[in-house]
């Protein structure tokens, strides 16, 4: 681990032990499930069991308890979701398990298993296998029986550590070492396509569970759940709270909304306090203290803790979002912008399309291009729009101009046949795709004499196939 990394670790772990830490949601009055925001309805009489889960469970937090003490409580808590199924037909997965536990295995079999590999189990994920059950009821798809889906090198020493998530190219590091990545973990749930939950049972992470693209699309990103019984008591818990519980985990806190509130307030880790933003979201339910704090959060020094708190706000439309999107269109950082523009749409701002041609003038071709897709998607993208952006100085709005051209409403003929002549090969392309797109069958001798001198368009690797399909298209 860097020693910024390992500096940052301790000050969140210090910032932990001072605040304490609750896992399950108290008395929230304000109700996001009449958002409509997806996944986040509850169905009916899921407030009734979370009821039953936080009598059952009040005082219980991240670990609390003796193992025994927690299974028995993690059973109690399964067996009032099993016992009314109908409930939870919205959650995703559910089919695949019916929120029924395998049979748990025999002492015998995992100690067979912990021989063969050469490892030993973390304590609470093993006695749930042998107490509780072997794989089934679970996040997403459920839980993998033990040892269907095991790392090469199981009793390698792990090398994954908290951040890896956020270094652009994170594998590097262990592929030129000829390091796997995966060594020392084992799959314990299977969300779909590449994307996977770990457990690590070597290494100083032993025990703590990780989300993972095993194809390496994103960095690893390690749980603060301090083991499996606490990951797995968690999911219940949000679970009959009414929380969204797909990609379980992926970038969430966990902690009820006082914990949150903090963490978002003063947390000295600028990824932890993005975290507890998408956390707070998160909840079905939000005090008026808890939007208070997010908007808040929005004059975050970090920028993207301010970027996670618009895209959040504006996913649930919380209160005082449009005047906060607002303000975020003129934030420093062009990252921070772009979600302020998505987020017009999102909320419904009335003025959004006025306010989108102003965002056209942002020097940053992101911000730009997310301006230009809703005016292109609402069919009210015209000429003079992008007209300026032709002419700009950077060739990265000048391209991103010629591709929308496909969209405009306003006749454009003129303006690709000078891109077609034009000197720059990424115009030329987006003049040619925009010909056929809009069936411009007057351009096809300008597109032809393209194809006879062998011009390049875009990507030169391609050039004369796509001219030629273009001839022919437009001959049609």
């Known amino acids: 681990m860097s020693g910024l990394r390992r500096r940052e670790m301790n000050a969140h772990e210090a910032w932990i032990r001072g605040t304490g830490h609750c896992l399950l949601v108290d008395d929230k009055p304000f109700d996001r499930s009449s958002t409509g925001t997806a996944g986040r309805q509850r169905a009916d009489g899921i407030s009734d069991t979370a009821g039953e889960i936080r009598a059952m469970a009040a005082g219980h937090g991240n670990g609390d308890g003796g193992v025994d003490q927690r299974l028995g409580r993690t059973a109690t808590k399964l067996g009032l979701v099993t016992a009314s199924p109908d409930r939870w037909q919205h959650v995703f997965g559910v089919e695949a398990h019916g929120f ?13 298993f912990e021989s063969d590999h050469g490892v030993d189990l973390p304590e609470a994920y093993r006695r749930f296998v042998t107490r509780l059950g072997d794989g089934g009821a679970g996040p997403d798809y459920g839980l993998l029986p033990l040892g269907d889906d095991v790392s090469d090198k199981l009793a390698a020493p792990s090398v994954i550590e908290p951040g890896l998530e956020r270094l652009e190219h994170w594998s590097e590091q262990f592929y030129k070492a000829d390091v796997s990545p995966w060594q020392g973990t084992l799959t314990v749930v299977d969300h779909g396509c590449t994307v996977r939950t770990l457990l690590i049972v070597t290494g100083p992470w032993r025990g703590r569970l990780v989300h993972a693209d095993v194809d390496g699309r994103f960095g690893p990103y390690m749980l603060e759940d301090e083991d499996f019984l606490a990951w797995y008591e968690r999911w219940l818990d949000e679970l009959t709270e009414g929380c969204d519980v797909g990609m379980f985990g992926w970038q969430k806190l966990p902690g009820d909304e006082d914990f949150l509130r903090t963490a978002l307030a003063s947390d000295p880790s600028p990824s932890r306090r993005e975290r507890a933003a998408r956390s707070l979201a998160a909840l079905p339910e939000l005090s008026r203290d808890g939007w208070h704090a997010l908007l808040a959060a929005s004059s975050d020094t970090d920028p993207l803790a301010r970027q996670e708190v618009v895209e959040m706000v504006a996913k649930v439309k919380m209160p005082g979002a449009e005047a906060l999107i607002r303000a975020a269109l003129a934030d ?4 921070v912008r772009k979600e302020a523009v998505q ?15 102003q965002m056209l003038t942002d020097p940053d071709v992101a911000v730009v291009n997310s301006a230009l ?29 010629a591709f929308f051209l496909l969209y405009t409403q306003d006749e454009v003929t003129d303006v690709l046949r000078d891109l077609i002549s034009g000197d720059d090969p990424h115009m030329r392309a987006s003049a040619v795709r925009a010909a056929v797109y809009r069936r411009e069958r007057r351009l096809l001798p300008d597109v ?5 001198r062998g011009a390049a368009v875009g990507d030169v690797w391609d050039s004369r196939w796509e001219l030629r399909d273009a001839v022919t298209k437009l001959s049609e």
């Open 100 to 112: 029924q536990l395998n049979p748990p295995l025999a002492e015998e079999t995992v100690t067979l």
């Open 332 to 335: 420093p950082d062009p990252r």
């Open 373 to 401: 897709w809703p005016l292109a998607s609402a069919r009210t993208l015209r000429l003079a729009d992008l007209t300026p952006l032709l002419e700009h100085a950077d060739s990265l709005h000048r391209r991103r101009a």
């Open 448 to 452: 032809q004499q393209l194809a006879e």
């Open 343 to 357: 987020g017009l749409n999102k909320v419904g701002v009335a003025d959004r399309e006025q306010m989108l041609r």
